[in-house]
């Protein structure tokens, strides 16, 4: 009887063992299995990523509503949405934010009537209120997009202000009321910003009136 248990045994013992390696085997496969579809996958999320192209995000854009123009250099924006207005009370200064009117200053870039005119103080200041007159007449109430740059050191907002197609600070500078202020750089609007002021001289309007060159 003992040398049947121990046949027995002997049995259950080898095939136990080659039931292991076989699980063994099945497992090391479905590894394989399973890696060989993850690259794959990865294979396929990259072409995607090389055919799909990639897209353009449009950052620091300002959405609101020229609510009052105070003077030739800058435009006041009213917020609508109380929390977008809200981010800004922790960056701009007292001079650039108004809380009761839920507001923010925007000063305007590449233009400036004030630099531009040099004609005696009283001209000067009359040129400088018209200026800021014509804007106030034409855009106030206007929804505006605002393309900025924020000055941490000046804490104030300095923008491109569109309203639907019109560029406000290029429609300074056709009509006479701003030479075109060229920076360091050329911006993307140079074009645009050198014909406006080529038309403004041919056209003898604001600054380049005969009467006063």
């Known amino acids: 009887m003992s040398f049947y248990r121990i046949l027995l045994m002997a049995i259950f013992f080898l095939f136990g063992s080659l039931g292991g390696q076989i699980l063994e085997v099945r497992a090391e496969e479905g590894f394989f299995k399973t890696e060989t579809i993850r690259q794959k996958l990865f294979g396929r999320m990259d072409d995607r990523k090389k055919l799909k192209p990639l897209r353009t995000v449009s950052e620091n854009i300002l ?3 020229i609510s009052r123009v105070t003077d030739s250099e800058s435009v006041w924006i009213r917020i609508e949405n109380r929390s977008e207005y809200r981010k800004w009370t922790f960056k701009l200064s007292k001079k650039n934010l108004n809380l009761s009117r839920q507001e923010v200053r925007v000063w305007l870039k590449y233009v400036s009537p004030k630099l ?13 209120k018209k200026a800021a007159f014509e804007m106030q007449k034409i855009f106030y109430n206007r929804q505006v997009r605002i393309n900025y740059d924020f000055s941490e050191k000046l804490f104030r907002l300095d923008g491109m202000v569109w309203t639907g197609d019109t560029n406000i600070n290029v429609w300074l500078i056709r009509n006479g009321w701003s030479f075109y202020l060229l920076e360091n750089e050329p911006p993307p609007e140079h074009e645009e ?10 056209l003898q309007v604001g600054l380049w009136k005969a009467e006063l060159q």
Do not use: D, T
Request: net charge negative.
């Open 63 to 65: 959405i609101g509503v």
């Open 116 to 128: 531009s005119i040099s004609h005696g103080k009283e001209y000067n200041e009359w040129f400088r």
């Open 193 to 202: 910003l050198l014909a406006a002021e080529n038309e403004a001289k041919q």
